[in-house]
């Protein structure tokens, strides 16, 4: 039998799950985003729940429920968003990548353009 969990940890916990929210809407707006808008949100959203979860993880250690069931679904509910984000970052990556280069390109055949039609002599 795994040993109840102090109050003071599912507090924790609470926190982590709400958190968690947090975590997800700021994500959702930063994401599709090719502004860098929401960057700064985002990021703190998810250096703060990194904070908590190593906090929190240092606090069952101390009171012996490491492998209590909730801290156990809340390290699975991390996991899981972080390997989320982590692929979603990578798309995102990927798309501002190809749209930088599409970019160059446009940029590189309208300067080519302007010098063969005189265009840019003054």
């Not at 446009?106 to 002599?121: D, R, S, W």
Request: with cysteine; hydrophobic share 45%; net charge positive.
């Amino acid at each position: 039998m795994s040993p109840a969990v102090p109050e003071v940890l599912q507090s924790r916990l609470d926190v982590l799950q709400r958190l968690g929210v947090v975590v997800d809407k700021a994500a959702a707006r930063w994401l599709p985003d090719q502004t860098g808008r929401f960057d700064q949100e985002a990021l703190n959203s998810i250096a703060e729940a990194r904070r908590v979860i190593e906090l929190t993880v240092d606090l069952a250690l101390a009171h012996g429920c490491a492998e209590a069931p909730a801290v156990l679904a809340m390290r699975k509910a991390w996991e899981d968003r972080f390997a989320t984000l982590a692929s979603a970052i990578k798309q995102k990556h990927t798309s501002l990548t190809e749209s930088a280069q599409i970019r160059s390109r446009q940029t590189q055949a309208a300067k080519a353009y302007i010098g063969t039609k005189g265009l840019g002599q003054a």
